[in-house]
């Protein structure tokens, strides 16, 4: 069965500005925040998250196991009308204050406070396994970033992923982060397992990461995305992983954002 | 200890069907009927104790109640994040069985020794830490654990206490013994039998402080023996009200014991009237790189620490 996202590119090109302005924004106002890796997943985070929350009203669970990029999540959060709190309170000095790392009470549907890399696979297979044991099928999302797939729980937890088959979809945000690395990382998951590559400014192939994600069984599968996408000039730039824009440098690049969303 | 325990699950998988168990490569054979039993949740998940950990943290999320069973450094020092993240952090309950804690496995080297679980998870805010002085209490606190699922460390010694209960009176419990999994197991209160009017207090945790070189002579020198088999924030509360009504006080501490006396610290220091003299026997902080016995290690290499 194939699922459709109905909204149109257009309006999701709309709310992708939106949401990486707010991003910038924000960062620059409390001075802290990724807003390399938060806007490199939004590129399909919030298209998917449109369509599970707002079209579909599907149940799911939510693994954000590159918790950095919770100004990301927290930014769809407030964009899609789903819990502003969050966003509004990020890294702010009140006593509802959300830290720089995911925190689980900001979404119903985390399974868990996240930041250090390479948990978030472990956590969430051992969800989808309780969730077999109890004939549930509903699948849980787990994001990871292309530098965590260096870590070693990843590859211990792919060992039993697809042996006990659980219905788990690993989600890579692949904004090639570690430029520098001589690790084809990408190449030797695709040796292990097989890996669907899409990419993530295309809508087309958005889509068919939906489609995969409502499918059943373990999946992975591969975004390539651009840190700090669609901010001209700023993009794949190392510095800004956890840099924060100052005043001239964030009006520079609210100026300079062009999203671009192919077909 | 280990087969008492092991034995005690096995026995409630068929009972309980929230327990999930996680065998890192170790207790095989003795799970071996309850794993042809219920292959779906007795699992031998290998040799990949951070990813174990973090998959019991899912498995807890999902309502299980994992119970997760391998050597301690492999998961106390190789999992110490997955600990502190997954299962603490997120409020995720399991039960750590954990074998070979401080020097069990003394002639095998640095590697396999862990003298610092302890502190570490006290430094982490670990809940509920246990470490029973004889099989048949590690069957009751396992049981506790798992009746009430709450996050709990369990120290698997290779060693049992071996006290001479006649000569004492077992002056307080504050469980009651046939319903002990109803109970959180604080403490055990012993009073020489002969001669009880002295007034220093003797506290031990766990069986292997009986390797201590100060063990007998303050057996018999101590007006009161306090059994410590749980570390919370409660017995701990507990044990400082209790050293308060003694003007001396010897700790002996079979491992790393920074965590335990900042914690004790803490409280003592609040209170008005203080303990003279409170002194903690713990082993040397070395890599103990020979082969020696267990005993030899508590003995040779010990430490005095002047607490007050």
Known sequence: MDYLISTSKEEIKNLLDQNTCQILRKANEVNAGHIGGSISMSQFLLPLMYFLEIENHFEYKLVLSKGHASLGLYSILYLLKINKQPFLNYCTKNKNSFHGHTCSKSFKKLLASSGSLGHGLPLAMGYAYAQKLKNNNKPVICILGDGELQEGTLWESLLHIFNMQLNIKVIVDFNNSIETNTLKIDDAIKSFIEVIDLDGTSFSDIKKGINMIMGKGPKMIIFRTIKLANVKSYESKPQWHAGIPNKEELNDMLNNISIKLED | ?308
């Open chain 2, 1 to 308: 200890m280990r087969n008492s325990i092991l034995k005690s699950i096995s026995n409630k998988i068929p009972l309980n069907e929230k327990i999930i168990v996680l065998l890192g490569d170790l207790g095989i054979f003795q799970m071996r009927e309850a794993m042809k039993n219920f292959p779906s949740r007795v699992i031998n998940f290998g040799i990949m104790e951070q990813t174990m950990i973090g998959f019991c943290g899912g498995l807890s999320r999902g309502g299980y109640y994992p119970v997760l069973y391998s050597i301690t450094p492999f998961l106390v020092d190789r999992g110490y994040e997955q600990i502190k993240i997954d299962l603490i952090y997120n409020d995720n309950p399991c039960l750590i069985l954990s074998a070979g804690g401080s020097f069990d496995y003394s002639t095998l080297g640095p590697t396999h020794h862990c003298q610092h679980d302890i502190s570490n998870l006290l430094a982490v805010n670990h809940p509920f830490i246990i470490h029973p002085f004889t099989k048949e209490e590690a069957v009751h606190q396992t049981d506790y654990s798992i009746e009430n699922q709450i996050q709990s460390y369990l120290r698997i010694s290779s060693s049992e206490l071996n006290f001479p209960k006649d000569q004492y009176h077992n002056i307080h419990n504050n469980f009651d013994e046939n319903q002990l999994f109803k109970n959180d197991l604080y403490f055990k209160k012993f009073r020489l039998k002969k001669d009880n009017n002295k007034k220093n207090l003797l506290v031990i945790f766990g069986p292997d402080s009986q390797f201590f070189k100060e063990f007998e002579k303050s057996l018999n020198n101590s007006g009161l023996i306090i059994f410590m088999s749980v570390i919370s924030d409660k017995s701990i509360k507990l044990l400082v009200s209790e050293m308060l009504e003694f003007e001396e006080v010897l700790l002996l501490i079979p491992y790393e014991p920074s965590g335990l006396i900042t914690k004790l610290v803490r409280l003592i220091k609040q209170s008005e009237k203080i303990p003279k003299k409170i002194l903690a026997i713990h082993p040397k902080n070395y890599f103990f790189d020979q082969s020696y016995e267990k005993r030899t290690i508590f003995e040779d290499f010990s430490d005095c620490t002047k607490i007050i």
